[in-house]
């Protein structure tokens, strides 16, 4: 499992330094068998606790919608696992709001049993750091009628009305979907964890990744860092679902008071 490194100056940091270790679309399914499941969260819990996270964020698509009771152990399992390192930030993707009811409401129920802090349009300081996660409308992913065209786009107006105006402290806004960055960044964020576009499932050298889940070819926010109006996002590229020439990916991120480079 591939650890991406990156390093993020905000000069009204409380502290030193903060470390986030950022989890994405882990995409725990029905599929998978019980070994592989086993396999890729221990993979996780071990490259995670390598990296002596200040924070862990999980940015989404914990497990796939075609999850069932025991796939979804799994996942509320990891998220008990990583909550013994560090406190532990979850925001939902598509995949969990798109989860049937029964499953949906099992998972929220299992995960309000964990000492972890779900950002579902809401917010927590930590550290000093204004932690915001932001769920964005099923529409920004896929049109009732199933198609992909004409997708709607998140404005910072609803981020505003979901979660409310960012105060004064450093922010970090969870979002899974990093197509969102010019609201982002309108409605103010220091820094944006992200990912849902699986590194661009295929990757290729010099054009980086080739396809999204909305079946856009060379999306523009694929993997990495992206800025925007004084605003950092970082996308993760994630561990689960079909990939080629595109690890699966942790994203350890060193928020920093003074530019030590």
């Known amino acids: 499992m591939k650890i991406s490194n990156y390093h993020i100056v905000l000069p009204d940091l409380p502290q030193e330094r903060m470390r986030i270790v950022q989890v994405s679309d882990s995409h725990f399914g029905r599929k998978a068998s019980f070994e ?23 940015t989404g698509d914990l497990v796939s919608r075609s999850a069932d009771e025991e ?42 049993e964990i000492d972890i802090h779900l950002l579902n349009n ?3 300081n930590i550290g000093g750091v204004d932690f915001y996660g932001y ?35 450093p922010c970090v806004l969870l979002a899974h979907n990093p197509m969102g960055l010019e609201a982002y960044a309108d409605w103010g964020a220091d820094v944006v964890l992200s990912g849902h576009v ?6 290729l050298p010099l054009l980086g990744g080739v396809l999204s889940p909305e079946r856009r070819f060379f999306p523009k926010y694929t993997k990495g860092c992206y800025k925007m109006a004084g605003t950092t996002m970082i996308v993760c590229a994630g561990i689960g679902k079909l990939r080629f020439n595109n690890p699966a990916e942790i994203v350890c991120v060193d928020l920093v008071r003074n530019d030590e480079s």
């Open 122 to 124: 809401t917010s927590v």
């Open 71 to 112: 796939t979804l152990k799994f996942g509320w399992f990891m998220l008990s696992l990583l909550s013994k390192m560090a406190p532990v930030l979850y925001v939902f993707g598509n995949h969990e709001t798109t989860l049937p009811e029964k499953m949906q409401d099992l998972l929220l129920q299992k995960v309000r």
């Open 135 to 169: 769920v964005l409308p099923n529409s920004c992913y896929k049109n009732e009628d199933g198609s992909y065209r004409r997708l709607e786009k998140c404005t910072a107006v609803e981020i505003r009305t979901a979660v409310g105006e960012r105060r004064d402290a």
């Open 198 to 203: 699986h590194g661009g499932i295929v990757r």
């Open 36 to 58: 592989e499941k086993t396999k890729r969260m221990s993979d996780i819990h071990e490259t995670v606790k390598s990296l002596h996270p200040d924070v862990v964020a999980v």
